[in-house]
């Protein structure tokens, strides 16, 4: 079975064209592929299926298999892949996923997309929605304690559930040790991935993620997307900023005029290679 490995800001996929290829099992696919030393290694398994409501759907399974409803980072490498594989000629094209139907814009140069720019939709503050156990609306400061530490979360889905906290420092930050632990909370009845955020300025945050099913990862474009959400709630930061990654940068905006979230960030190929068990 032929596949392509891609990543966007870090966060790496295994990308599987369904238009060719048939995949049965998808849940041990991605276990089996994404295992690092005994498979090809990634975060994770996309699928690039037909659609009957859009140009091209999109199913991600995380490493242990579980699925996930939206992946922003693999929306964007997505869009790279559908032009410039030739699946399309559109410069603007639509994506269903499990989290709604995304629209894509394409920055090409000379036949290359070079970034893209995702209409992530509106941001869900609705607890039942996102869902979390809270009785606030929206969910500003839900108080957690984990081992030794309380943390302040706003809740947020982007189509998966986020939950944000504000540290001083990301970069000492023990992200295994208190994400790991997030993840499973009972307030989260379908567990969450979690951002941990440091405000640089008021256009300018870093911020690393544990994603549930994958553990820490290099980037997360929903994540990065409920962060900015998160920041502008507690009154952070500006509607538009950079947000400093692991692995790269990604530009996010929350429109006042429409609601909807904007990431634009590139995309890269790393390799084709054939899966041989
Ligand atoms: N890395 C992704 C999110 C992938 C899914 C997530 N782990 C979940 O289970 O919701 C992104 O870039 O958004």
């Known amino acids: ?23 049965k099992w998808p849940e041990a696919l991605a276990v089996a592929m994404s295992e690092r030393h005994f498979g090809v290694g990634a975060d994770g398994l996309v699928l690039i299926l037909p659609s009957e409501t859009a140009d091209f759907r999109m199913r991600m399974f995380n490493l242990d298999g579980s699925e996930g409803e939206m992946c922003g980072n693999a929306v964007r490498c997505i869009g790279k892949y ?11 094209v639509t994506l269903e996923t499990m989290g709604g139907i995304k629209t894509l814009k394409l920055h090409i140069q000379q036949e290359n997309v070079i970034a893209v720019t995702v209409d992530m939709g509106e941001p869900i503050l609705e607890a039942e929605k996102i869902p979390v156990r809270s009785e606030k609306h929206p969910v500003i400061g839900e108080t957690l304690r984990i081992l030794d530490r309380e943390f302040a979360f706003t809740c947020v889905s982007m189509g998966n559930p986020h939950a944000v906290t504000f540290v001083d420092n990301t970069q000492d930050f023990d992200v295994e040790k208190y994400g790991s632990l997030v993840e499973y909370a009972p307030i989260f009845p379908n567990k969450t991935n979690t951002e941990f955020v440091q405000v640089i300025d008021r256009t300018h945050l870093a911020m690393r993620v544990w994603e549930r099913g994958s ?14 959400v998160a920041a502008v709630l507690n009154g952070l930061c500006e509607r538009k900023v950079r947000i400093q990654l692991l692995g790269g940068t990604l530009e996010i905006e929350w429109r006042e005029s429409d609601n909807h979230v904007y990431m634009t960030g590139p995309a890269r190929f790393s390799f084709d290679g054939v899966w041989l068990r």
């Open 82 to 92: 559908v032009y410039e594989r030739g699946l399309t000629k559109k410069d603007t």
């Open 1 to 23: 079975m032929r596949f392509t490995k891609m990543e966007g800001c870090g966060n790496d996929y295994i990308y599987i064209n369904c238009f060719e290829e048939e995949v």
């Open 215 to 228: 553990g820490e990862t290099m980037a997360c474009g929903t994540g990065a997307s409920a962060a900015l």
